[in-house]
Nanobody, 117 residues
Framework: QVQLAESGGGLVQTGGSLTLSCAAS????????MDWYRQAPGKERELVAS???????NYADSVKGRFTISRDNAKNTLYLQMSSLKPEDTAVYYC???????????WGQGTQVTFSS
């Protein structure tokens, strides 16, 4: 059974940094493509960053140059390093995996990133 558990969200200020983690069980992340999505209040869930099976990365224009997706194969964990944070980055961030065998989608429970004034 695939399970994804995000952590690392919290309160941040403009220009701050935060690293989100996604611990995976039931799959080995290294040979799989995985993504980070986010959903802001009143908005649709959007793709933020992806890492392919080969390790190539892709980012939404809104976060390019500020966010970095990576994985630690030994820990079977996906990361999203976020820097130069802006109020518009406020959202619930989700880890996502789509099985290349069944095409089933798996999501974590999400971790909240909120700006403090």
């Amino acid at each position: 059974q695939v399970q994804l558990a995000e952590s690392g969200g919290g309160l941040v200020q403009t220009g701050g940094s935060l690293t989100l983690s996604c611990a995976a069980s039931g799959i080995i992340i290294s040979p799989n493509a995985m993504d980070w999505y986010r959903q802001a209040p009143g908005k649709e869930r959007e793709l933020v960053a992806s890492i392919t099976r080969a390790g190539s990365t892709n980012y939404a224009d809104s976060v390019k140059g500020r966010f970095t997706i990576s994985r630690d194969n030994a820990k079977n964990t996906l990361y999203l390093q976020m820097s130069s944070l802006k109020p518009e980055d406020t959202a619930v961030y989700y880890c996502h995996y789509r099985s290349r065998y069944s095409s089933a989608d798996y999501w974590g429970q999400g971790t909240q990133v909120t700006f403090s004034s």
